[in-house]
């Protein structure tokens, strides 16, 4: 059972900038395809970002691309999401997720949920 530890969320005006990690308690980091998602209050929770085992395959929502950047470092265990010109409907708790890729686009998680790291944007 691999256990995902989010931070790096807070508060921030928009326009501003937060950069989220995401540490895994496994030494086959590697081997795993990593995604972000988050969840609005009263919302549903929605795919973000993911990024597969080498970091050359990245996916992103619509509304996030140009404005997020998902990478790894896999020899920390750790993937992260930089988030530029955040906006308030970016507002809510982020969590990451081991996902599958297809090739058509979906991205689906599969791992627990951690307990996710909260952004706050205001206008």
């Known amino acids: 059972q691999v256990r995902l530890t989010e931070s790096g969320g807070g508060s921030v005006q928009a326009g501003g900038s937060l950069r989220l990690s995401c540490e895994a308690s496994t030494r086959f980091f590697s081997s795993y395809f990593m995604g972000w998602f988050r969840q609005a209050p009263g919302k549903e929770r929605e795919f973000v970002a993911a990024i597969n085992w080498s970091g050359d395959d990245t996916r992103y929502t619509d509304s996030v691309k140009d404005r997020f950047t998902i990478s790894r470092d896999n020899s920390r265990a750790t993937a992260f999401l930089q988030m530029n010109g955040l906006k308030p409907e970016d507002s809510g708790v982020y969590y990451c997720?081991?996902?599958?890729?297809?090739?058509?686009?979906?991205?689906?998680?599969?791992?627990?949920w951690g307990q996710g790291t909260e952004v706050t944007v205001s206008s």
């Open positions: 997720a081991l996902v599958t890729m297809r090739v058509e686009g979906t991205c689906t998680p599969y791992s627990d």
